[in-house]
C-alpha cells in the first residue's frame, strides 16, 4: 500500500480541524517539528526513527516531560490514522512510537512540582464575586452584558468556554433550567467522541439575567454570545481568551476560563458530593458505579441533584 506523506498528513489536520481550530493548529505544529528531522515517507518510518527523534530533538527541548508526553501521544494518534487506512486495505501496520514503557523521556528536577509554591487553578468565592462585580451589567452597554452572561453561565455550571461561547438560543431551555452544547466545531472536545450533546444545568437565580440579556442584544443571531464582526459566528476563542485576560489584570489575581471548571468541581466536593455525581455533573468521561448511575437519571433528578450541590447560593 503506497501512501502519500503530504496528503495523509492534509488528511488528519482536516479531521483535527473538525474538533476546534487550537486541535488543528497544535497538531500541525507537532507534526512540523517531527517530519523536519524525520525525512522520510510516512509509511518507511520505523520505531527506531521515532526513538531518534526522542533522543535527539525532543528530548533536549526544555520543556516539561508532561508536554513531552503530549507530544508523543499526538504522534501516536497520527499514526493510527495511518495503521486505521491499512487495516481499511486489511494490511497490518504497526504504530511506531513506543508508549512509556518503552520508552522515557529524561526527568529533569523542574519537572518535579513543588507543593509549597503550587499554584492551584481554583478561585474562592469572593474572587468569583469580584469578577462578576467588575462586569455588572451596565444600561445599554451590551459588552458589559455580554461578558456578565459568560462569566455568569461559566461560573455557575463549570461548562468549558468553547462549550459556552457556541451556545445557540435554540439549545438553551429556560423552562427547565439547562443548555445543551457540544454540537459547534470547536466545541466538540467529547461530543466528537461519545455522539451525544452534552446538558448543563444553571441556577434559577441567573434567571433574571439570563433573559434580560437575550432580550437586550442588538443583533438577531442564532448564537447567544455572536461575534462583534459577524452575527452569523460565536464569539471566537481569541475573543473569550482576551476578555478573561483584560478581567484578570483588572481584579488583580490570575485565572482562566478553566478555573471556573475546576472551582465548582472542588465545592461541590466540599459539600458531599461524591466523585461519580461531580463527574457526571460536570460531564465528564466517569467510570464509576455512581456516574454510571447518574448518566441514567431524568433530567429533573439530574437537575434536582445540580440544586442540591450547588455551591454558590449564597452570593450568586
Given at each position: 500500500m503506497s501512501i502519500n506523506t503530504d496528503q495523509t498528513i492534509t488528511n488528519y489536520l482536516l479531521e483535527t480541524f473538525k474538533r476546534s481550530t487550537g486541535s488543528y493548529n497544535n497538531n500541525k505544529s507537532i507534526l512540523k517539528h517531527f517530519f523536519n528531522y524525520i525525512n522520510k515517507p510516512v509509511d518507511k518510518i520505523t520505531v527506531f526513527d521515532v526513538i531518534d527523534y526522542f533522543d535527539n530533538s525532543l528530548d533536549k527541548e526544555e520543556i516539561k516531560m508532561t508536554t513531552k508526553n503530549t507530544r508523543r501521544y499526538t504522534l501516536k494518534a497520527f499514526f493510527n490514522?495511518?495503521?486505521?487506512q491499512?487495516?481499511?486495505e486489511g494490511l497490518l501496520y504497526t504504530n511506531p512510537?513506543?508508549?512509556?514503557?518503552i520508552y522515557k523521556f529524561t526527568q529533569q528536577s523542574s519537572d518535579?512540582?513543588?507543593q509549597s509554591t503550587k499554584i492551584l487553578p481554583i478561585l474562592t468565592k469572593d474572587q468569583l464575586k469580584q469578577i462578576l462585580d467588575y462586569w455588572t451589567p451596565i444600561p445599554f452597554h451590551e459588552n458589559h452584558i455580554r461578558n456578565y452572561t459568560m462569566f455568569l453561565l461559566d461560573i455557575c455550571t463549570g461548562a468549558r468556554i468553547s462549550e459556552i461561547r457556541t451556545l445557540q438560543l435554540k439549545d438553551i431551555n429556560i423552562a427547565e433550567r439547562y443548555f445543551?452544547?457540544?454540537?459547534?466545531?470547536?466545541?466538540?472536545?467529547?461530543?466528537?467522541?461519545?455522539e451525544e450533546s452534552l446538558l448543563f444545568f444553571f441556577p434559577v437565580q441567573i434567571l433574571p439575567a439570563l433573559e434580560q440579556y437575550i432580550k437586550k442584544r442588538h443583533m438577531n443571531s442564532e448564537f447567544l454570545f455572536y461575534s462583534p464582526r459577524n452575527k452569523n459566528k460565536p464569539v471566537s476563542h481569541e475573543l473569550a481568551q482576551s476578555i478573561a485576560k483584560f478581567?484578570?489584570?483588572k481584579v488583580g489575581f490570575k485565572f482562566t476560563w478553566h478555573y471556573?471548571?475546576?472551582t465548582i468541581i472542588t465545592n461541590?466536593?466540599?459539600?458531599g458530593c461524591s466523585e461519580g455525581l461531580s463527574e457526571g455533573l460536570a460531564n465528564h468521561k466517569g467510570k464509576s458505579v455512581e456516574w454510571e448511575s447518574y448518566i441514567e437519571l431524568t433530567i429533573p433528578e439530574k437537575r434536582e441533584l445540580y440544586d442540591k450541590y450547588f455551591p454558590y447560593e449564597k452570593f450568586i
Open positions: 490514522h495511518i495503521r486505521k491499512h487495516l481499511q512510537v513506543p508508549d512509556r514503557d518535579i512540582a513543588r445543551e452544547t457540544g454540537f459547534i466545531k470547536d466545541a466538540r472536545k467529547t461530543t466528537s467522541r461519545t478581567t484578570s489584570k471556573f471548571r475546576k461541590r466536593i466540599k459539600l
